[in-house]
Antibody, heavy 123, light 107 residues
Framework: QVQLVESGGGVVQPGRSLRVSCATS????????MHWVRQTPGKGLEWVAV????????YYADSVRGRFTISRDNSKNMVFLQMNSLRAEDTAVYYC????????????????WGQGTTVTVSS | DIQVTQSPSSLSASIGDRVTITCRAG??????LNWYQQKPGKAPKLLIY???NLQSGVPSRFGGSGSGTDFTLTISSLQPEDFATYYC?????????FGGGTKVEIK
């Protein structure tokens, strides 16, 4: 069945780095753009980043641009989020999600989500 | 960035009620508007995509309408499993943006 499984979350000090991963299975990965969305405890959803289906285009939220990097490995059906210079306000549950679209923005919605991985930035 | 404003932020309703949630975009986004349901401790679930298209497996009591800047999610007859938080999201242009959410509670 279709699955997205995030991993790599944890507790990290401010200013340090962390990489979270999303392993996918059960669908043709190369046909989908992949997104990261985060949710602060008790708060709403915030879109973080997207990578196009072929990995050539990346876009970021203003709050993470220059600090976070999204990438994908189409040979391993995985997507990654490298997070540098972490701040307390980056503390959140990070979800990966897929969209059936080759470009970063289109009319399709995020139809499958992972269960999330928790990142806590604290000294 | 395109602001997406949802209203109300919360509502109380009874089983069987008709519930309407609205979403307004800061500029025209055509029909690039999606609706999600989220229950506590769970990932969001796609209900409606492209403003009015019911995602596979979603009950037909959920419906979406609108285009341009104004959109509506309607639950025609509220069921116990529908008590959750609902989010709209524009997918017209990056950065993609979500509404602030509407929490639907039991009256």
């Amino acid at each position: 069945q279709v699955q997205l499984v995030e991993s790599g979350g944890g507790v990290v000090q401010p200013g340090r780095s962390l990489r979270v991963s999303c392993a996918t299975s059960g669908f043709f990965f190369k046909s989908y753009s992949m997104h990261w969305v985060r949710q602060t405890p008790g708060k709403g959803l915030e879109w973080v980043a997207v990578v196009s289906s072929d990995g050539t285009d990346e876009y970021y939220a203003d709050s993470v641009r220059g600090r976070f990097t999204i990438s994908r490995d189409n040979s391993k059906n995985m997507v990654f989020l490298q997070m540098n210079s972490l701040r307390a306000e980056d503390t959140a549950v990070y979800y990966c999600a897929r969209v059936y679209c080759s470009t970063p923005s289109c009319s399709q919605g995020m139809d499958v989500w992972g269960q999330g991985t928790t990142v806590t930035v604290s000294s | 960035d395109i602001q997406v404003t949802q209203s109300p932020s919360s509502l109380s309703a009874s089983i069987g009620d008709r519930v309407t949630i609205t979403c307004r975009a800061g500029q025209s986004i055509s029909n690039y508007l999606n609706w999600y349901q989220q229950k506590p401790g769970k990932a969001p679930k796609l209900l409606i995509y492209a403003a009015s298209n019911l995602q596979s497996g979603v009950p037909s009591r959920f419906g979406g309408s609108g285009s341009g800047t104004d959109f509506t999610l309607t639950i025609s007859s509220l069921q116990p499993e529908d008590f959750a938080t609902y989010y709209c999201q524009q997918s017209y242009i990056t950065p993609l943006t979500f509404g602030g959410g509407t929490k639907v509670e039991i009256k």
